[in-house]
């Protein structure tokens, strides 16, 4: 049976303490389990997220709206061996408005990524629902809009499992510039980044990026808020970092 967890780790002292680990019915644990860390973006009533009950549940409310159960429900429906690692930011840290202070728990600093999976991975083990011996295999980073700018600033942290990194994919999530995506997949030609929009939307930001062959742009999306609902299994389905793999003896 799939089991969602709720853990109260501590990013910072700015954003509620609570990870959303969501194990799927079907998973089957490995010595290197795979990890797909999902940065939600700000928390808006046009996307049917309200501020109020985030503030006191954080992704756990989150995960239950109708645009953003997918995140658990098409994992679980593909069948695919991976964890979902969705840590709570803040109701909004997407800005670009001057003296505007950002608060999605310290990531863009040094060893934090390190930090929250460490701590999912010792929980999860804790409690029983990871076996005591796997470790963190490869990693996804995944962001709808504003979770972008977490995306970025993770990839230009120093982190220990920074290497695991094996994809990104992005839902909308190009409002901050191009120059770390361009750095990113200039240095890392074996990996990918997939960015799904609306046809009309950053048109300019993909045609930079498509001069890089690691660059997958995705513009068959229909609606901002809903992109994750039309294109998440999708993305997993064409992740050739999310393979099969047997189950450990």
């Given amino acids: 049976m799939s089991q969602t967890h709720y853990l109260p780790i501590k990013l910072n002292t700015t954003v509620l303490p609570k990870v959303g680990v969501f194990v799927p019915d079907h998973f089957q644990p490995t010595t290197a389990v795979n990890v797909i860390v999902y940065f939600h973006g700000n928390i808006e009533p046009f996307c049917k997220t309200e501020p109020e009950p985030f503030k006191v549940k954080g992704i756990e409310y989150y995960l239950d709206t109708p645009l953003f159960r997918c995140l658990r429900e098409e994992l679980d429906a593909s069948e695919t061996n991976a964890i979902l690692v969705a840590p709570t930011l803040s109701v909004k840290f997407g800005s670009s408005t001057p003296g505007f202070s950002p608060k999605y728990g310290n990531l863009d600093q040094a060893n934090k990524l390190d930090f929250l999976i460490d701590q999912t991975f010792t929980r999860l083990k804790e409690s029983g629902a990871l076996p005591a011996t796997v470790r963190p295999g490869k990693i996804i980073l995944s962001a709808h809009s504003a979770g ?9 942290a120093t982190n220990a499992l920074k290497d695991s990194i094996a994809e990104c994919w992005g839902f909308e999530c ?3 510039g191009t120059d770390t ?6 240095a890392n030609a074996d990996k990918q980044f997939r960015h799904v929009r609306q046809p009309g939307v950053f048109k300019d930001e993909a045609a930079i990026l498509k001069h890089f062959d690691n660059f997958i742009d995705v ?3 229909t609606n901002h808020c809903s992109l994750l609902k039309e294109k998440w299994r999708e ?3 064409a992740s050739p970092t999310l393979k099969p793999s047997g189950a450990m003896v």
């Fill in 235 to 237: 993305a997993i389905n």
């Fill in 219 to 221: 513009a068959s999306g």
């Fill in 148 to 156: 972008g700018v977490v995306m970025m600033k993770v990839l230009r």
């Fill in 181 to 186: 995506w361009k750095s990113w997949l200039s």
């Fill in 174 to 176: 190009l409002y901050f």
